[in-house]
């Protein structure tokens, strides 16, 4: 049993992340620009929705995208949740490191797991912009939120980490936020309405997930409703 194991994990590799990145575009969901922008918030969402499960949360997710460069295709996507919040020596990890198998099934996630996902999303805001992502977490035993920019050591395959600060997190309404995630990142992207669009995903989620509290705000500033059972 002994060999057996020594023999598989020498069958795991760890490759530089953005190679991974570029030769699996398909299978992550990045291979167009309109479709990149679904996935990015498709990976946001669903980790939030995981997390306010296994804390037993009834999730409140704010996604708001916001166009930045029209003619170069960037967008900001923000993604707020009042989830439990990340612990600050672990955001690195979840946003910044891959460790993958031999066989590309072996890494897939389903909902419930942090993994490339997350990782996608940073690699491609970094290679698309060049920008880290920021990152704010506030878990209930502090009274501040840490705040952290995360980007990718892509040679060595680990995050890297810029103005780390601590701040007390205020809503809009003056109160303070108790626990929670929020995720902002620039990208080359595309917002289009129809059939295949970051609404009708977050339509669909917030029909098949009724006890979740999602709002929407699109490029033009509107709100549009999601489901009639919210």
Known sequence: MSGTAERMAKNQKQVAISEFFEKNKHFLGFDSLTRSLITAVKEAVDNSLDACEEARILPEIRVQITKIDEKKNIVELKSEDNGPGIPQRSIEKVFGQLLF??????????????????????????????????????????????????????????????????????????????????????????????????????????????????????????????????
Not at 192 to 199: A, D, L, T
């Open 101 to 230: 198998g031999s066989r590309f099934h072996a890494i897939r996630q389903s909902r419930g797991q942090q993994g490339i996902g997350i990782t996608g999303v940073v690699m491609y805001s970094q290679l698309t912009t060049g920008r880290k992502t920021h990152v704010r977490s506030k878990i209930a035993t502090e009274a501040s939120a840490a705040i952290v920019d995360i980007g990718l050591d892509t040679r060595k395959n680990k995050a890297t980490k810029s103005n780390e600060s601590r701040e007390i997190w205020e809503r809009p309404d003056g109160s303070f936020k108790e626990h929670g995630l929020e995720v902002t990142t620039r990208m080359k992207a595309k917002y289009q309405k129809g059939r295949q669009s970051v609404y009708q995903y977050l339509r669909m989620t917030s029909i098949v997930n009724p006890h979740a509290d999602i709002t929407f705000t699109d490029p033009e500033g509107a709100s549009p409703p999601l489901a009639s059972c919210n």
